[in-house]
């Protein structure tokens, strides 16, 4: 004897993009809360970091810029040759 299938709701396009839209907001908002802790931790350890070794800190910063400028001068040396 055959068994009965359970009966189909046709959903619409409408339904569908809600509940897709639906989908992709809580997507969104979650990943918008774990990004929100990630820089919260990453400013206390900066932080921390800062005040227990000032020089070190100082010594960081200036290297990244130096880095940074140097990267930056070669790629409009190169972008404009």
């Given at each position: 004897?055959?068994r009965?299938?359970?009966?189909?709701?046709?959903?619409t396009?409408?339904?569908?993009?809600?509940?897709?839209?639906?989908a992709?907001?809580?997507?969104?908002?979650?990943?918008?809360h774990?990004i929100?802790r990630?820089?919260?931790s990453l400013n206390r350890?900066?932080?921390?970091?800062?005040?227990?070794?000032p020089?070190h800190?100082v010594?960081?910063?200036?290297g990244?810029?130096?880095?940074?400028?140097?990267?930056?001068?070669?790629?409009?040396s190169k972008?404009?040759a």
């Amino acid at each position: 004897m055959p068994r009965a299938l359970p009966a189909r709701t046709s959903a619409t396009a409408n339904d569908i993009y809600r509940s897709s839209l639906s989908a992709a907001e809580h997507s969104f908002r979650v990943t918008q809360h774990k990004i929100s802790r990630a820089a919260s931790s990453l400013n206390r350890s900066v932080r921390r970091f800062a005040d227990d070794r000032p020089l070190h800190f100082v010594g960081v910063v200036a290297g990244v810029a130096l880095v940074a400028g140097a990267a930056l001068r070669i790629w409009r040396s190169k972008r404009y040759a």
